[in-house]
């Protein structure tokens, strides 16, 4: 029986030197693996950046030219509806509204007592500058101003002094 016990002593010992070996061929990461990993972790999130702010920018100027393209095609709604005879207009507007504030309040239909039309149904910030501050344009100003002559909204455009992706100004759309 001593001899079973020495055997299964010996057997023991002999496993459990294995699993020691095994335990230290495996034993995880060295230090220079771990600086190699966060290395190349930092150079992935360095080029991950610049191209995560142009995104924000095009999402950006993407929303600038949707809101854009919905004021002016309200102004045109209206202008259209001034040139039915549908609404009632100012004189000397030529038929565009008197401001965007118009557009969203809506006006009444002429022969209509009850009835208003609303062309936006709120004025949304530009995106580029934060705030609901358009550029404004009416049928009397010069093509190039950036001065609103007070009496009617041809055009919008936006107030921000800068430069799309493209190389354009944001002012110029």
């Known amino acids: ?4 016990r020495t055997g299964g002593i010996r057997m023991c010992a002999a496993s459990a030197s294995a699993s ?28 991950a950046m610049p191209l995560e702010r142009v995104n924000i920018i095009r999402h950006r100027e993407t929303l600038l030219h949707e809101r854009l393209r919905e004021m002016r095609d309200a102004i045109d ?14 004189a000397g ?29 709120k004025i949304e910030p530009d995106p580029m500058t934060g705030n609901t ?14 001065s609103w002559g ?8 936006s107030q921000s002094t800068g430069t799309a992706l493209d190389g354009t100004k944001y002012s110029d759309w």
């Open 77 to 90: 709604r209206y202008k259209d509806d001034a040139d039915k005879n549908l609404i009632q207009v100012q």
């Open 133 to 146: 501050d358009w550029g404004l344009r009416s049928v009397q100003d010069d093509p190039d101003t950036r």
């Open 20 to 47: 020691v070996r095994l335990r230290a061929g495996q034993s995880g990461m060295t230090l220079l693996e771990l600086v190699i990993a966060c290395a190349i972790l930092v150079i992935l999130a360095t080029v």
């Open 150 to 157: 007070g009496q009617n909204v041809f055009d919008v455009y």
């Open 1 to 4: 029986m001593s001899a079973l």
């Open 93 to 121: 507007t030529e038929g565009y509204p008197p401001d965007l504030q118009t557009l969203v309040s809506g006006v009444q239909l002429t022969g209509a007592k009850d009835q208003r039309v609303h062309y936006l149904r």
